[in-house]
Every structure is written in C-alpha cells, then in structure tokens.
C-alpha cells in the first residue's frame, strides 16, 4: 500500500514512518517542519522520504498515487490550541477539511484521521464511549469534534475516513515531547528529582504509548473497509484509565529518588474516562502493548543513555507552544504560522 501521511518529523510521525516501512508499505512523509530542530535520541531506525510543505498549501495533484492518508499534522494539544484559538481553527479544522476533500478528489480511497479522546472533555467519572455526547473544553478539542463531522459527512463507496480518537499520548520518540502528562513528569522526576503538582491529580486522564498509537493506525489501514469506514474508535486500553497522581505516583516510583507532593487546585476541567472495546471488535489485531509502567521506564532508560539535561528537558523544541513562539519571536515564521524569507532557508534536519 503507498500511503502518504502528514506530521512526519512530528512526535508521533516520527515513530510511524519506521514502522509503515516495516510492515511492508511504501511511505511517504509530509510535513512543514516546525519541530526539526528537536532530535532527542538517534533510534537508528529506517525512515521514508519527506516533503516539506504546509498542509494548507497541499493540493490534490501533491495527493495523486497513492492508496492511504494519514493526517497527524495539526496544532497539536489543548495549551497550543488555547494560544491563538482563530489560527487553530483555520489550520484544524478548516485546513484538515481541505486536506480531506483533496484526498478524495485524487481518489485516495482511505483516510485516517488523529483525533483525540480529549474531546469527552468534562465527562466526570462516567465511562465515555464512541456513542457518548461530546463535551469539549478547548480550541483544540473543539476543533477535533468539527473535523470528525464534517469528514465523515464525505463517507461514500469511494471514500473511507477513520477517525482514531487517541488518547494521551506518552513514550520516547527522537522527536520526542515534553509537554504531555506522562513525559512531562517523567522529565521533571528524572531532571529534578522531584515532582511538584499544584493540582489535587484527581482528574481522569487515558494513556496510550505512541508504539501502540501508530499499531492502530496500521490496523485501520489493514482492516476492511466495512469494518471501519466513517467510523470512530477510541485508541488506548481499559486498563490504561488514570488519575493524574496515579500516573505521578507510578512516575516517581520508577525515578530513584524522587519526591512527589500534590496541590490542591483543581481548575483543570477535563477529565474523562473511555471505553476502548470498539476498537478490538472492529479491529481485533489491535492490542496496547504498553502501560504506564513500562513506558515511565523505558523513558527513564532513555534519559539514562543519553544524559538528560535540565538545559535539555526544558529545551523549546521539545515543548510544542514554546517551539512555535521562538520561531516567531525570530521572525522564521509569521503570525499565520507561514515560514518567511527567513524561515525558509533553515536546514531540513537537524541531528543530536
């Protein structure tokens, strides 16, 4: 199968472009290359070819030729989204329409979407399924919902979008992140020694490895048609469903030495427990391999081989919103997002 998939020098496209390969398929990449300047690790692993262009300038001649679409590229998590809501629903939702609409004018008959279980946003304890009512509390999420509407209104026998409600992602990538809960505390244990919340932790948050994200989007690409198209599933493992001071709790536990204390604020609204037995009926390939556990030491194995700075750790490429703002604050991008004359002549990698 070729497919072409969007987010490539990203967090999680980093980790997808290998594996496609792996399984078999002809990849191509596609990104605009915010994030190019955090390499975090080399994993030595065999990556496709990437195009650097902006989603919102791809056209349905870039798309012609191949089988598959995945689109990972958008403004990615709620303090991004919440920075410059207008930009975020021009690039998410308006530009990840446009980007469907083209696919399907090339005749790419499938196309996998990202979207996120954030957008349950206040669902409490309750167990939220696919059916459930949405409750989105940010830009971010907002535009997750519109997306999934107005793709799916295009579901005909010619076009079969897949909507992958992820959870929270976490996991070591080259292009990793810091600004997810897990890495987030996983960072601050091993940097610090120490985890300081200012929040109480009780909200509910699911979890998902990004190895186990990208095996789920290799299984709705290679599942029937009948069985997923214009449908969504929630990505992640019953079991995988944590209050934040359990996924501090496990994270401090793995980290020698490290002392947790929690807050009382409780101002985060989101919180939201999910249901993934959707996905393992429709998809029953797909198994989560990764826990909190697990991941929490495989990032501490990580920060170990390559020495882990406080420098490092707190690094803008590594932090999606502080990228975005040094890039404009040195005049490499505008306030749309666009690159400038500037921007442009930046280096199309850059390796630790």
């Known amino acids: 199968m070729k497919v072409l998939f969007t987010g490539a020098d990203g967090y999680i496209g980093a980790i997808l472009g290998p594996k496609l390969l792996e399984r078999g398929h002809e990849a191509v ?38 089988d598959a679409f995945v689109h990972l590229a958008e403004l990615s998590n709620d303090p991004l989204g919440e920075n410059d809501p207008e ?4 690039i998410n939702h308006l530009g990840s329409v446009r980007l469907a609409e083209a696919a399907r004018r090339a005749g790419i008959p499938r ?13 409490g304890d309750d167990v939220r399924t696919e059916t459930s009512q949405v409750n989105p509390q940010t830009a971010y999420a907002r535009c997750k919902v519109l997306v999934e509407r107005d793709v799916g209104a295009m579901t005909d026998e010619h076009f079969a979008p897949v909507f992958l409600r992820n959870a929270t992602a976490f996991g070591a990538s080259p292009r990793q992140r810091f ?62 469903n944590y209050r934040v ?25 989101r919180s939201y427990r999910v249901s993934f037995a959707k996905i393992r009926e429709h998809m029953p390939n797909f198994r989560c391999r990764w826990n909190a556990e697990r991941g929490a030491d495989q990032l501490r194995t990580v920060f170990e081989h390559i020495g ?13 919103l502080l990228e975005l703002k040094y890039l404009q604050e040195t005049a490499q991008v505008d306030q749309r997002l666009f690159w400038t004359a500037m921007g442009a002549k930046i280096p199309a990698s850059v390796a630790a």
């Open 87 to 90: 930009l975020t629903s021009m």
């Open 179 to 240: 600004d997810l809960v897990l890495n987030n505390l996983a960072g601050w244990a091993w940097a610090y020694k120490e985890i300081r919340m200012t929040s109480d932790g009780s909200p509910w948050r699911p979890i998902v490895h990004i190895e186990d994200i990208c095996e789920a989007i290799l299984c709705a690409l290679e599942a029937p048609r009948e069985a997923v198209a214009g449908q969504a599933f929630n990505v992640g493992d019953d079991a995988q």
């Open 111 to 123: 196309f996998i979407y990202a979207s996120s279980c954030s957008i349950y946003g206040a669902g």
């Open 245 to 269: 001071k359990e996924i501090a709790e496990i994270v401090a536990s793995t980290f020698p030495g490290c002392e947790l204390s929690l807050g009382t604020d409780g101002g985060d609204t």
């Open 29 to 66: 990449g596609l990104d605009t290359g915010f994030y190019r300047r955090g390499w975090l690790f080399n994993d030595h692993r065999t990556r496709p070819m990437v195009m650097t262009k902006d989603i919102r300038q791809v056209t349905a001649e870039d798309l012609e030729g191949f």
């Open 308 to 320: 882990l700075t406080k420098e490092m750790f707190t690094a803008s490429p590594f932090t999606r």
